[in-house]
């Protein structure tokens, strides 16, 4: 049992011991607790058989009128679950000893608790009876009951909700993830595309918002290199529909494939209404790029039909619905799968032919060109790939395919494969040969020239130079197909058919674009063109639109001791802001904030008798921020006089119980703060704490006391959570004094305004304070209870001068460049520990606008040896720090913008050196229908340990046997390399710790 606060979600328990274990959340209210979140796991092969348990992992409770609480009987999951007679079900207010019993038939599907009053209550239940005995009983559950409500209104029925798409296990050859929701119409028995999403692994769990009440069905597809592979289907619902449950498959049909081609098609899993009715089964496939369905019916008792074979070689799409009465059901989600080519023989014929393709242009780069023919299948009305070439070069064309080929209609294509990507260089005409009969296929034929232009930032154009052959008649548009091939989907457009060319919408992300062509009329569509591959460069993220900011002159006036005026340059930026800082060790600390108008204004900044300034001023509006202008420098004239004290602060307590006095005095002269504490407890401790957020967790606590020996102990703590916190062992709390007299416990102390330590939390700025009194067991503080602890209610001023920038000598600074993720750097760790450290701790403050520090807080434990780290970090600007546990100390500055994860730093860093290294994969054994090599990799500690995956899977073509990556020197990598379709895994390690 683990006491958490929200962000340490995800929380890992390590080291369990093979065997079955239940786990489950209570969140702890204002109110009382709530159980959610049940899970049952299995750790390892335990010896043993799973316990027989009650699921309960769905249970919800409903509180109707009058308290009566409803909850639904679960299942029994484990074992054998049959047998069981009765529910045993127990429950009682928390603090209770006694349970209140009640027996449930096993029959009933849910359970109304008596009218119970308001408070905590925890349940648990079993099943009892057969010759399994009972069950053991369900976790304590815990529950709430409100105050008695009595309702004279119907609640408002919700009209929306939401649903969230989970993938649970990652599928390594998947480039990304389809997310598809359609919704049933109950007028025409039809599902209807509601939603589709493009999402990444990292993506999930996916949330779809304000969803209309209703019935849905989610489906997910894998986008590999292969197409769509559909991972799984189920059925939602949203809200209380007004019409029934519709009759959907819930799951995807089966495929079974056989050798020669021969494909068995499995039914799906009905849900919904009355699934009796049926009486037969309807299953329909067809080619991918064909319009026409098979169909084929068997008896409802038959649920898989197999299709007469041999089928021929590519994708394919099937799906299956029941066939009954009064209605059918819808057809389950189409099931996506593909076929090898099947051997090629010489047609019964003396008609044999070679075909033979030239290269009609010569592009700079190329790695290889690919040579790709299609023949078109009259029986099922489409083109089909029937041979490829690739791993040509230049010099091989042109070139003659050997295999035979017989009568029928072909085109080839030729693409070229360059380190950007794939692009097209020319496209075949549709060619007869030997003796055909009937009519040639309507396709769409490019008649030379560039097909596909770039202009801008990807505006992505296309020249529709097509041709239809004589016979095709009766067209009257254009319909334009392109897709990402990241992600499979794709996109139409139509125009006219006398059009010359269309310029697609909006910006095109960077990446390898697929795009075709087909004619369509009235009733009537072609055959596609020849596919079209073009790679678009990532676009560059714009510059900032503000430009660095300038003084007028003259730029400062009217200095005097506590305040100077500053001139502002006009501006037409509307609703915009200048910002002035302090630049003091090229660190911004903030001075003022004063709106950017249209004339040049004076403005009157505060300022510090005494010193000198070098003030700066930048451009903002929204997000977007300008550089710094130049600086100035202002002198101010010290105080003729002393300035008085700032006012002391004061709290106390009111009401039963002890009672507690606080006071504190700021001391400019010695930036110190006087802290006195008075109790009425006198034989306890009494505690002041220090806080940026209100309450315990990240506070700097002092506790005083008198312990057994009579001695006063002043203890400088520090609370990571809301448990004891622990002490600080490198204290910097002076003068502490502890007396008792007459009953009353006085402790007094003196805290630094700027204090140091990793572990304090320094006092300049707005604070939350708060106090607790508490008993002294064994000289060791015990816990305070929700009575003797306090809290001002909201932040206080403590006046503390402003930090003087330090004269010590800077610690060395460690590089950094940006992490994986919103908000994260990956910062450098030293090579060794010159102290012979174990540990690297590191550790974060932020810097506030007005130039003081927030707290420290620990971000990681990192052995020595681990040369890099991801910290996570969030907008702002940030002081890091990287102590050893043997005393070497490291640091960075750190700037995160809220836009992106850019980076800058105060002082100069040099981005780590990379080199290049290739990989030679011609020796590796493959199979044939491999696509694409996917590699990815890590680094290893000197100890052996492997860390995290130190960049993206990178893909490249499987014909390029020679892939070259960049990877930082001074380290030991591991090496990943996957051979896709077929998950084959090779992993090496490269050794680059020796070089500099």
């Known amino acids: 049992r683990h006491s958490l606060q929200f962000r340490e979600f995800p929380y890992r328990v390590n080291n369990l011991p093979s065997g079955y274990y239940r786990t489950w959340i209570d969140t702890v209210l204002p109110t009382g607790t709530r159980s959610s979140n049940f899970e049952s796991v299995q750790i390892g092969s335990p010896s043993f058989n799973p316990p027989i348990t009650p699921d309960i992992g769905g249970l919800n409770f409903t509180v109707t009128d009058n308290n009566a609480l409803s909850i639904p009987i679960p299942s029994v999951s484990g074992g054998d679950g049959q047998g069981f007679s009765v529910w045993d079900v127990q429950w009682r207010r928390v603090g209770a000893i006694e349970w209140t019993v009640q027996l449930v038939p096993i029959t009933e599907t849910s359970f109304i608790f008596p009218q119970l009053p308001a408070g905590s209550y925890e349940l648990r239940l079993r099943a009892i009876g057969g010759p399994l005995g009972r069950t053991v009983f369900s976790p304590l559950i815990k529950f709430v009951a409100p105050p008695m409500i009595i309702r004279t209104t119907p609640p408002p029925t919700p009209t929306t909700g939401f649903l969230v798409v989970e993938v649970l296990s990652e599928i390594p050859s998947a480039f990304s993830y389809v997310v598809a929701v359609e919704r049933y119409d109950p007028e025409t028995n039809t599902a209807v595309t509601y939603a589709q999403e493009s999402l990444q692994f990292g993506d999930f769990p996916y949330t779809f918002q304000d969803v209309p009440v209703g019935y849905y069905r989610v489906v997910v597809n894998a986008v590999t290199a292969t197409g769509l592979s559909p991972i799984f289907s189920s059925l939602a619902r949203i809200g209380n529909p007004s019409y029934v449950q519709p009759v959907i498959p819930e799951t995807l049909p089966t495929i079974q494939g056989a050798p020669g081609n021969i494909v068995t098609i499995g039914a799906p899993r009905i849900s919904g209404g009355d699934s009796q009715s049926f009486n037969s089964w309807q299953f329909q496939w067809r080619p991918i790029g064909s319009s026409v369905w098979q169909t084929a019916t068997t008896p409802v008792s038959s649920p898989s039909y197999t299709i007469p074979g041999p089928l021929a070689g590519g994708p394919y799409v099937a799906r299956v619905r029941a066939i009954g009465d009064p209605q059918n059901s819808l057809f389950s989600w189409p099931y996506t799968f593909h076929l090898p080519n099947l051997p090629t023989t010489p047609p019964p014929t003396d008609e044999i032919y070679s075909l033979r393709y030239d290269l009609t242009q010569v592009l700079p780069g190329a790695l290889e060109y690919v040579v790709t023919v299609e023949r078109f299948n009259s029986t099922l009305q489409q083109m089909e790939t029937v041979a490829t070439k690739t791993g040509l070069q230049a010099g091989d064309f042109p070139y003659t395919f050997p295999q035979p080929f017989g009568p029928g209609y072909y085109r080839g294509r030729v693409d070229a494969v360059l380190d950007s990507g794939v692009r097209t260089v020319s496209f075949g005409q549709l060619s007869r040969v030997g003796t055909v009969s009937g009519a040639p296929p309507c396709i769409p034929v490019w008649q030379g020239g560039s097909p596909v232009s770039v202009t801008g930032r990807n ?53 390898r674009y697929d795009v075709r062509v087909r004619a369509v009329g009235e009733g009537i569509r072609s055959l596609f063109s020849s596919m079209l591959s073009i790679s678009l460069p990532v676009l560059p993220t714009p510059p900032p639109s503000l430009p660095q900011p300038a003084w007028p002159s003259p730029a400062v006036t009217n200095v005097q001791s506590q305040s100077a005026e500053l001139r502002l340059p006009a501006t037409t930026v509307t609703g915009s802001v200048y910002n002035v800082f302090n630049i003091v060790n090229l660190v911004p600390q903030f001075v003022a904030s004063f709106p950017a108008t249209s004339s040049v204004t004076f403005r009157r900044v505060p300022l510090i008798p005494g010193r000198t300034y070098q003030l700066a001023f930048r451009h903002r509006r929204g997000q977007v921020t300008s550089t710094f202008s130049d600086t100035r420098t202002v002198t101010t004239p010290p105080l003729s006089t002393t300035p008085p004290l700032p006012a002391p602060g004061e709290f106390r307590t009111t009401g039963d119980g002890a009672q507690l006095t606080a006071r504190w005095q700021v001391n400019p002269a010695s930036r110190t703060v006087d802290v006195t504490l008075s109790s009425s407890l006198s034989n306890g401790y009494v505690a002041f704490g220090v806080s940026e957020t209100p309450g315990m967790p990240n506070s700097d606590i002092i506790v005083g006391f008198v312990d057994s020996n009579g001695n006063g102990q002043v203890q400088d703590r520090y609370a990571d959570g809301r448990s004891l916190p622990s002490l600080d062992q490198s204290s910097q709390v002076t003068n502490g004094i502890v007396s008792r007299q007459n009953g009353v416990l006085s402790v007094s102390f003196t805290l630094p305004c700027h204090s140091t330590d990793s572990r304090d939390v320094p006092l300049a700025g707005q604070r939350h304070l708060i106090f607790a009194t508490g008993a002294v067991n064994d000289n060791d503080i015990t816990y305070h209870g929700f009575t003797q602890r306090w809290q001002i209610p ?36 030293p090579r060794t520990s010159p102290s012979g450290s174990s540990n690297w701790i590191i550790t974060s403050r932020r810097l506030n606008d007005d130039g003081s520090f927030g707290a420290w807080r620990r971000l990681a434990v990192v052995p020595v040896g681990i040369r890099s780290q991801t910290l996570t970090l969030g907008e702002g600007r940030h002081s890091i720090q990287v102590v050893g546990d043997g005393g070497d100390r490291y640091g960075s500055m750190v700037t995160i913008s809220p836009v992106n994860t850019a980076i800058t730093t105060a002082s100069a860093t040099t981005a780590p050196r990379q080199l290049e290294v290739t990989i030679d994969l011609s020796t590796t054994t ?71």
């Open 459 to 511: 505006v992505l154009t296309i020249n529709l130079t097509l041709e239809l052959p004589p016979p095709c008649t009766n067209y009257s548009r254009w319909e334009v197909q392109w897709r990402p091939v990241t992600t499979g989907v794709w996109e139409t457009q139509t125009v006219p058919i006398g059009s010359s060319q269309i310029t697609l919408p909006g910006e095109q992300d960077g990446g």
């Open 926 to 996: 493959a199979r044939s229908d491999n696509t694409a090599w996917v590699i990815r990799g890590r680094r290893v500690s000197r100890d052996g340990q492997l860390g995290v995956w130190d960049f993206e899977p990178q893909v490249f073509p499987f014909s390029n046997k020679y892939p070259t990556l960049r990877l930082e020197p001074g380290h030991v990598w591991q090496i990943q390399v996957q051979a896709l379709p077929e998950q084959l895994n090779i992993t090496q390690r490269i050794d680059l710790s020796t070089i500099g």
């Open 794 to 829: 909201s932040a206080v001023s403590i006046q503390c001068p402003v930090s003087e920038p330090t004269t010590s000598a800077p610690i060395p600074q460690l590089p950094f460049r940006a992490g994986p993720g919103q908000g994260q750097i990956r910062i450098g760790l």
